[in-house]
């Protein structure tokens, strides 16, 4: 019997992950949620047909131990970059606006015909990315040593 990967299994080792179907996405979606991410580090290449972040994203793999070891929380910076991408729109922000800073709070897939489909990166305030693909390839990689986060507290989302 396989057992599934559990957060705790990530322990203190940077996180690698690729997505390749919406099930893989959601995993992605559920370590990025939360992610603080400055509009000047979002990208979309359409010859490299790539779209990228650097977010600064809640250690939610750690919470637990760092509860149990009495540490703070902890933040780390990762690339979260999608392949595949044929156009990329937003609504809800204004992407001239550098300095805005963003926070994730959802990636989800809508099927499309023959795998296609899009990616739909919802953010705090009614902001919105959409990702058409061509197909499901996302990689979230940890590119820095984890930070204290700088609130000190794991978020939270009140109704």
Not at 30 to 58: C, H, K, W
Not at 70 to 97: C, H, K, N, W, Y
Request: aromatic residues 6%; proline residues 4%.
């Amino acid at each position: 019997m396989v057992e599934d990967a559990r957060f705790e299994d990530g322990g203190e080792e940077p996180i690698y992950l690729k997505a390749l179907d919406a099930e893989d996405l959601t995993v992605i979606s559920a370590l990025a949620q939360d992610a603080i991410v400055p509009m000047g580090e979002i990208s979309y290449d359409a010859t490299q047909r790539r779209f990228a972040m650097l977010i600064n994203r809640f250690r939610w793999e750690d919470v637990e131990t760092a509860a149990k070891r009495g540490r703070p929380v902890e933040r780390v910076q990762a690339v979260l970059v999608f392949d595949d991408v044929m156009t990329a729109r937003s609504s809800g922000i204004s992407t001239t606006d550098k300095d805005m800073v963003l926070s994730l709070l959802n990636i989800a897939f809508i099927a499309g015909p023959d795998g296609t489909g899009c990616v739909e990166v919802t953010l705090a305030g009614d902001g919105q990315i959409a990702l058409d693909i061509e197909t499901i390839d996302v990689t979230l990689k940890d590119v820095t040593r984890p930070y204290i986060a700088p609130s000190h507290k794991v978020p939270t989302h009140d109704s």
